[in-house]
């Protein structure tokens, strides 16, 4: 079991968590994941990374409260004990030899994406930035952002903060600006990561994208996170989850993801109806 140092309220459905689990933060890397379960009879459910402490021996987790199994975590409060915590797993991000990148990150994705900036700089890598959400009080992590970019653009689609637009729009306007980007790692919704995906190609520049939003079990062995790269199918927790976002199919990931949306809107309402009667 391990201890909740820390918990915080990062806008109406995002919750933070600084965890004891000096193993986990002695190895983790940017682009892993834990595997962690609330409580003795909680399913197994894969979380990111969100950053790392190895000298406080801490790992924080960023998770969005939208089914049964975050609504079951986030009853859990700072000196209680989550039942499961295992990691890292997966692959860590490649972040060595990057002189200039530009990190987008959309949504909830931008917990992802600020541990591979933080890195990147702390590498003397030059990050520029594009983060966005959906509007001003889902914004998360924007002090970290600035810390570990030289250049931040703030987006919000309904114009409420920053600039009215998609990350996109300012992701084009840096590379029309001049800014030649070694690589562009992009990490958020399917959806975001095919469009980001779609402009970088015009412009001829690499870009990694994470698909973790399509784990389930974590191990490769329920085949959740199965998707096609490149015409070969790869599995997004062992093989992953940064794949080459040019060869991935992400109609077929976003379709298949679709397919679990009746069992997940199940498991929130039996969470639901299990809170209230507690």
């Not at 190895?54 to 989550?82: A, F, H, P």
């Not at 590379?175 to 980001?196: R, S, W």
Request: net charge negative.
């Amino acid at each position: 079991m391990n201890k909740i140092i820390r918990k915080k309220s990062l806008n109406p459905t995002v919750s933070l968590m600084e965890i004891e689990a000096p193993l986990i933060a002695r190895k983790a890397e940017p682009g892993q994941f834990i595997i962690f379960r609330a409580k003795e009879d909680s399913e197994r459910v894969p979380l990111t990374i969100a950053d790392f402490d190895r000298e406080k021996g801490t790992v924080t987790i960023i998770y969005q409260i939208v089914g049964g199994s975050t609504m079951e975590l986030d009853t859990l409060n700072e000196g209680e004990y989550i039942h499961d915590f295992v990691g890292p797993l997966g692959q860590p991000s490649e972040t060595e030899g990057l002189k200039k990148v530009a990190v987008v990150g959309g949504g909830v994705g931008c917990a992802i994406a600020y541990p591979i900036a933080k890195k990147l700089s702390a590498l003397g890598c030059e990050v520029h930035s594009v983060v966005g959400f959906r509007n001003k009080d889902l914004v998360i992590l924007e002090d970290e952002f600035k810390a570990a970019s030289k250049e931040l653009r703030m987006m919000t689609d309904d114009g409420s903060y920053g600039t009215k637009g998609l990350v996109t729009n300012a992701l084009e306007e840096l590379i029309k600006e001049g800014n030649q980007y070694d690589e562009v790692i992009a990490i958020g919704p399917l959806i975001m990561m095919k469009f980001v995906c779609q402009l970088t190609k015009k412009y001829d520049i690499k870009t990694v994208v994470s698909m973790n939003p399509i784990m389930i079990d974590g191990t490769g062995m329920c085949g959740g996170c199965r998707l096609t790269v490149g015409g070969e199918t790869k599995f997004a927790c062992v093989d992953g989850p940064d794949f080459d976002g040019h060869l991935v199919d992400f109609d077929e990931a976003m379709h298949r993801g679709t397919m679990y949306r009746e069992f997940e809107t199940h498991a929130r309402e039996a969470s639901c109806n299990l809170l209230k009667q507690q």
